[in-house]
């Protein structure tokens, strides 16, 4: 099948890597233009959006910064990896805890916190990724950075003999762990704990609704569309459109990042406001 440019949103399966399923999806479109923003591990589920050929472009802008998940703590064991796929490292009974002890645990997560990422990140360490680091057997220590907490709650703690697992929902910034979250729970309860399930519910304005779920039955947000919804959109005039294709600034009061339009509705750019114009961030028409 044959799939124009533009974004594709698709519910990612339990077991693929992020990169398996953009190999699986050039397949399916039958190119090698297609990237994706926003890594899911191969355990967890859900919403992976993907950019196919021009709008593979388009994924390095995107302000995708607001994501929603759904996830099952398990508090008493810590992993290696602080999700279930890690060997198990230690073990501290944790049926004693109240639910009010662990409704408080949780609530200290909402708003701006610093945050260490896990060491089997993605995140790159003098060019080399922390995972690969960390399998390497080498020691790896990542800096805690700010990340945003937007809302988190805990649905009723199931207790399994001296483990206890937490059903939460996060909506939270881009660059959130929520790996850490359970490994930071778990450690703020005095028990340990890591991630036995993931699944994201929502990527910016993409939700499992719109989500493909047949790897091989895909199809695309135009790239017209896509740019309307992840950001502000301004309608030019068609002497302002000719400006936009030969790349030229534009006397337009922008407050931020800003996909621009030709009378048509064809999208043509991504401005940006600098020096008291709007100036192009990556145009997208000859």
């Given at each position: 099948m044959a799939v124009e440019s533009g974004l594709v949103v698709v519910d990612k399966p339990a077991g693929m890597t992020s990169h398996a399923v953009v190999s699986r999806v050039r397949r399916t479109v039958g190119t090698r233009k297609v990237g994706h923003a926003g890594t899911l591990d191969p355990m967890a589920t859900g919403v992976l959006v993907l950019g196919v050929e021009r709008a593979t472009r388009l994924l390095g802008h995107l302000m995708l910064t607001e994501k929603t998940y759904a996830a099952t703590v398990r508090l008493g064991q810590t992993t290696t990896t602080d999700d279930a796929e890690g060997e198990p490292v230690a073990s501290v009974p944790a049926g004693?805890?109240?639910?009010?002890?662990?409704?408080?645990?949780?609530?200290?997560?909402?708003?701006?916190?610093?945050?260490?990422?896990?060491?089997?990140?993605?995140?790159?360490?003098?060019?080399?990724?922390?995972?690969?680091?960390?399998?390497?057997?080498?020691?790896?220590?990542?800096?805690?950075?700010?990340?945003?907490?937007?809302?988190?709650?805990?649905?009723?703690?199931?207790?399994?003999?001296?483990?206890?697992?937490?059903e939460i929902r996060v909506r939270c910034s881009s660059g959130t762990y929520i790996r850490a979250i359970a490994r930071d729970l778990g450690a703020a309860l005095g028990v340990g704990g890591h991630l036995t399930a993931l699944r994201r519910h929502s990527v910016g304005p993409f939700t499992l609704a719109e989500a493909d779920t047949d790897l091989d039955h895909l199809h695309a947000i135009p790239l017209a569309r896509a740019a309307r919804d992840c950001f502000p959109a301004v309608d030019l005039d068609a002497g302002q459109a000719q400006a936009v294709r030969y790349g030229r600034p534009l006397p337009l009061a922008l407050d931020a990042l800003t996909a621009v339009f030709a009378p048509g509705g064809e999208f043509l750019a991504l401005y940006r406001p600098e020096g008291g114009l709007a100036r192009p961030a990556a145009v997208f028409v000859g």
């Open positions: 004693h805890l109240t639910d009010e002890q662990i409704r408080t645990a949780l609530e200290a997560f909402q708003g701006e916190i610093e945050q260490v990422p896990s060491t089997v990140s993605a995140i790159k360490v003098d060019g080399k990724r922390a995972y690969a680091r960390a399998r390497a057997g080498e020691h790896v220590e990542l800096r805690p950075r700010s990340v945003t907490i937007h809302e988190i709650a805990g649905g009723e703690p199931r207790r399994v003999g001296d483990l206890v697992d937490l």
